[in-house]
């Protein structure tokens, strides 16, 4: 069952219906289609034996840093209890190491692969800038990203899982989100909708703290988690590489689950600067069409620990 409209909506906040000019669609690929060469890029993954060790790298090619993130088990969904219907049942989920880029991919970065990108702007505040997250790709774009920089550097990335975003964003914690259960204490962790941004747009609807950052922030100005990763709450919107699925959670298999076969919609996580706390949460899911651009959303990559 795919998420309405309605509830897909939720996430655009009221100010983006003033910028949907930002938004383009590139027919870059049929939306209905099942998953593509991913597919068999996590079968493999899954099937793999856990290494030896592993430590944190930095990637040649984007000057891109990756953080370990070591197998385990958790708890996926509302395990605080405030969460929508397509994040229930809470379920137990085991995955196998891999590593998480530390940050969001930048606009730099992503200008190594496509010079001519831009991120855009909001109302005078740029979200351009070489060390701001990449927003206005779409899903398409961030796989063919990953595709390239697997390419230059001999070595796997790719989108991660719904579920590998998620024990990744936990840190280890149960909670709402990984600092604690306060949605105001989200800006010293997290870049959301706030009294700054208040400040210029007095009719949004902000979490009653101050972030310093109106729209986008630079990469790493906010605390990381116990994983050493930053901004996986907030920021941009990060596309991961499962299908939406309302109710792939009553039938989600335990270990490494790879996400539906197929869809039309594809999950973004984590909220982004334009949202307050009602989805800037850990577990709150969504679906976008693979195609969609817009001023919040962009992407960050995972990469196999065996290879």
């Known amino acids: 069952m795919e998420r309405t409209d309605t509830m897909v ?34 079968t493999s993954f899954a099937r793999q034996n856990e290494p030896q060790s592993v ?15 070591t197998g385990g088990c958790f708890l996926m969904g509302d395990t ?36 001519e ?57 149960k909670g709402r989100n990984f600092w604690d259960d306060d949605p105001a204490g989200a800006c010293n962790s997290a870049n959301g909708a706030d009294l700054t941004a208040k400040s210029q747009w007095p009719a949004w609807t902000t979490t009653n703290c101050n972030d310093g950052f109106k729209v986008s922030a630079p990469v790493g100005n906010f605390k990381a988690n116990a994983y050493g990763l930053h901004d996986m709450m907030g920021n941009a919107w990060e596309w991961t590489n499962d299908w939406y699925d309302a109710e792939y959670y009553f039938n989600s298999p335990k270990k490494n689950p790879p996400g539906p076969k197929s869809g039309s919609l594809r999950v973004p996580r984590g909220g982004g600067w334009g949202n307050a706390s009602e989805c800037v949460r850990v577990s709150d899911r969504n679906g976008f069409d693979p195609d969609f651009h817009i001023l919040f959303l962009g992407f960050r990559l995972v990469s196999p620990a065996n290879q």
């Open 9 to 42: 909506n939720r996430i655009i906040p009221a100010f983006m219906a003033a910028a949907a000019m930002f938004v383009i669609t590139t027919g870059t690929g049929t939306a209905a289609e099942a998953n593509p060469s991913n597919d068999a890029t996590l």
């Open 55 to 69: 430590i944190a790298f930095t990637n040649s090619a984007s000057a891109m840093k990756f953080e370990p993130v």
């Open 80 to 115: 605080y209890g405030d969460g929508q219907g397509d994040e229930k049942p809470v379920h137990e989920v085991c995955l196998d190491s891999f590593f998480m880029g530390k940050y969001e991919v930048t606009n730099a970065q992503y200008r190594m692969f496509k010079p």
């Open 117 to 173: 990108h831009t991120s855009g702007s909001y109302e005078g505040n740029s979200l351009n800038g070489d060390t701001q997250p990449v927003a206005n790709v779409s899903w398409y774009e961030a796989r063919e990203y990953a595709r390239w920089l697997s390419q230059k550097s001999g070595r796997l990335y790719r989108l991660p899982t719904e579920a590998e975003w998620e024990y990744a964003a936990r840190g280890g914690t």
